[in-house]
């Protein structure tokens, strides 16, 4: 099993930054890839960014050049840093991670609100 623990969610105004961390632990070992998904009300949870264990990312073009997803495998820990966010980026924001043999695990999400 692995759990995962987010922190870093709040409340900012459009144009604003932020930074999500999520911290990994348990059968760490077993973790290949890391990566966020968010959900708006109403909508299905989506690709954010994810890296592997190599540190290849891929981005949804909706935040590309925007954000910054980052990986520390030494301490089991996966970061989005979040710059010019805007209105639509209001979402629950959750970590994901991916074992090598396919197991998925979720963290509890923590919640982004851009507004003014």
């Known amino acids: 099993q692995v759990q995962l623990v987010e922190s870093g969610g709040g409340l900012v105004q459009p144009g604003g930054s932020l930074r999500l961390s999520c911290a990994a632990s348990?059968?760490?070992?077993?973790?290949?890839?890391m990566g966020w998904y968010r959900q708006a009300p109403g909508k299905q949870r989506d690709l954010v960014a994810r890296?592997?264990?190599?540190?290849?990312?891929n981005y949804a073009d909706s935040v590309k050049g925007r954000f910054t997803i980052s990986r520390d495998n030494a301490k089991n820990t996966v970061d989005l840093q979040m710059n010019s966010l805007k209105p639509e980026d209001t979402a629950v924001y959750y970590c994901k991670t991916r074992s090598v043999v396919g197991t998925i695990y979720w963290g509890q999400g923590t919640q982004v609100t851009v507004s003014s």
């Open positions: 890296i592997t264990r190599d540190g290849v990312t």
């Open positions: 348990g059968r760490v070992n077993s973790i290949n890839d």
